[in-house]
């Protein structure tokens, strides 16, 4: 298939628009569709897609503006891909939306969609090039500019998303796994399967398993488990190391079991703690483990950078990855990806995304990182008097103006032990805050930069400033509950890769709704003299 840029964007003699009567016309230019149709549909760039096609003369693709027009409005009014098939055909919305008033018929059919997808989905991987994450940023930063929003102030936030998969139990987990490779093996080469494994292969197998033995049968399971786990290896061998089921099987084994005196048994507290990236669901590989504030999540997450204004704000990018990925992970990536601001870029986030090596950073991209929470233990306030060499080797003076006699660094914990004259210590109104050991000659205390801003911080949190900063920061926690209640977040297909694409989709149409409203005069931050 050969890539074209669709030259259909005008309307034509027989265009069924041109029929429509004055008040049906008005209606329509009233409508979403009409801003659809003006201001997103003209600015994705088909040209970045390219790539996904050949270079000889073949039949052409279906115009990429429409694909992505489609998936963009798919997501908001959540449609499935039928749906928006079958909409597209007999809703005038969507054929202005998406230009193909003129079309004689649809060009989007029931696999157009999600053959696109699987284009995307296969460069990625085979480039480490994500474009549609791309095509939604670039749709995003033009948003921004319509809705006159500089970049100036910024905030950001993750959340954490639950994989579409159901809980498994230990015991589950293995048995799943070992019945998806000989369901596997008896399809490739069922001769090879002994008769004792042979159950597994059988739908109702699982029930017999499960729901129809006594709780004290269960430890007689384990090992009849791990049992066949063992002869399905020697059966293997080294045969199925390319096989995907293969694969899930020797990683749930190596998650959930160890061999002691040549006997497998199943992992315990005492051989060390579960990894958080083990196997959750063999029905989504990627998805991991973690527990946060108490609670336990099995999937991913992701992160969300909003740019904010007087008009309004947009989520002008976004990450997503497997929920062992911290919020300080995701600011370095997203920091390390830009370019040096001419203007600085205020960022407010919250405490998880402080840190020495995060505000160094920043400051390299003209950043002004700002946290509005601290975790961890309080740092006395004289320390932010303090000056440290560039990289935080060396503390030059002391709250009190003090040069210190001597110092050393200790890289792994990057604190300085510094020493300085006992008189100047002695009787210091710091003394309390520094707490230093007072000795005859001299006064010796350990101290960091990262402690030294961390003081800074806590003293620029009383400032005026940053009051309008954290009121600011809050408005990025509702997107999260935006998304989960408007666009059915827990949902996403399994899958790191492909709940990302749709990820995607889903800020897309969060975006374009903000954009809605602003063109129809909601929303206003102007109150708050940050954005004045």
């Given at each position: 298939m050969s890539f074209k840029t669709n030259d259909c964007q005008q309307l034509s003699l027989d265009d069924s628009f041109t029929a429509l009567t004055e008040r049906e016309r008005k209606a329509l230019e009233k409508s979403w569709a009409k801003i659809f149709a003006d201001e997103i549909f003209p600015s994705i760039d088909e040209e970045r897609f390219s790539v996904l096609y050949c270079d000889k003369a073949s039949r052409p693709n279906t115009p990429v503006n429409v694909i992505i027009g489609a998936l963009i409005i798919k997501e908001l009014f959540d449609y499935s891909d039928d749906e928006i098939v079958e909409n597209l055909m007999l809703d005038l919305h969507l054929q202005y939306a998406l230009h193909t008033t003129s079309f004689a018929e649809q060009p989007i059919s029931d696999k157009t969609l999600s053959r696109f997808r699987k284009r995307c989905y296969d460069y990625e991987t085979l480039h480490g090039v994500d474009l549609y994450h791309d095509c939604v940023k670039d749709l995003s930063g033009k948003i921004a500019k319509i809705m006159k929003l500089n970049g100036r102030i910024r905030r950001m936030d993750s959340m954490m998303i639950e994989a579409n998969i159901r809980f498994q139990s230990r015991m589950e987990l293995i048995y799943t796994c070992i019945s998806k490779l000989v369901v596997y093996l008896t399809k490739k080469q069922p001769d090879m399967v002994p008769e004792p494994l042979r159950h597994y292969a059988d739908p109702n197998d699982y029930n017999r398993i499960f729901y129809h033995q006594r709780n004290d049968d269960m430890e007689a399971i384990i090992q009849t488990l791990l049992a066949d786990s063992d002869c399905l290896l020697e059966l293997c061998k080294t045969d199925f190391e390319e096989t995907t089921e293969y694969q899930l099987f020797v990683r749930c084994l190596s998650d959930q079991t160890v061999v002691e005196n040549d006997k497998r048994r199943l992992r315990t507290r005492e051989d060390g703690t579960m990894n958080s990236s083990a196997l959750q669901n063999p029905s989504d590989p990627d998805a991991t483990y973690r527990n946060k504030a108490g609670k336990s999540y099995r999937g991913y997450a992701a992160n969300i950078e909003e740019t904010v204004g007087k008009n309004g704000s947009v989520v002008t990018d976004y990450q997503f990855d497997k929920n062992t990925h911290t919020d300080s992970h995701f600011l370095q990536e997203s920091l390390s990806a830009m370019e040096k601001s001419e203007e600085e870029i205020?960022?407010?986030?919250?405490?998880?995304?402080?840190?020495?090596?995060?505000?160094?950073?920043?400051?390299?991209?003209?950043?002004?990182?700002?946290?509005?929470?601290?975790?961890?233990?309080?740092?006395?306030?004289?320390?932010?008097?303090?000056?440290?060499?560039?990289?935080?080797?060396?503390?030059?003076?002391?709250?009190?103006?003090?040069?210190?006699?001597?110092?050393?660094?200790?890289?792994?914990?990057?604190?300085?032990?510094?020493?300085?004259?006992?008189?100047?210590?002695?009787?210091?109104?710091?003394?309390?805050?520094?707490?230093?050991?007072?000795?005859?000659?001299?006064?010796?205390?350990?101290?960091?930069?990262?402690?030294?801003?961390?003081?800074?911080?806590?003293?620029?949190?009383?400032?005026?400033?940053?009051?309008?900063?954290?009121?600011?920061?809050?408005?990025?926690?509702?997107?999260?509950?935006?998304?989960?209640?408007?666009?059915?977040?827990?949902?996403?297909?399994?899958?790191?890769?492909?709940?990302?694409?749709?990820?995607?989709?889903?800020?897309?149409?969060?975006?374009?709704?903000?954009?809605?409203?602003f063109r129809k005069g909601l929303g206003n931050y102007a109150q708050n003299p940050m954005l004045a």
């Open positions: 205020i960022l407010v986030t919250d405490g998880g995304y402080d840190g020495q090596d995060n505000v160094a950073l920043a400051k390299e991209k003209n950043v002004k990182l700002v946290t509005t929470a601290l975790i961890g233990k309080e740092a006395p306030d004289a320390l932010a008097d303090f000056e440290f060499n560039e990289d935080g080797t060396r503390l030059l003076k002391c709250a009190a103006g003090h040069e210190p006699a001597s110092q050393s660094y200790t890289k792994t914990t990057r604190q300085c032990r510094v020493s300085f004259d006992r008189n100047h210590c002695v009787g210091c109104p710091y003394q309390n805050q520094c707490r230093p050991k007072i000795y005859k000659k001299v006064a010796t205390f350990i101290t960091s930069k990262n402690a030294s801003n961390r003081a800074k911080s806590q003293r620029y949190m009383q400032s005026e400033e940053f009051s309008n900063l954290a009121r600011l920061r809050n408005g990025v926690e509702t997107i999260p509950a935006n998304i989960r209640k408007n666009y059915h977040l827990d949902k996403l297909p399994r899958g790191k890769q492909r709940g990302k694409f749709f990820f995607g989709s889903k800020i897309a149409a969060l975006n374009f709704r903000k954009l809605f409203g």
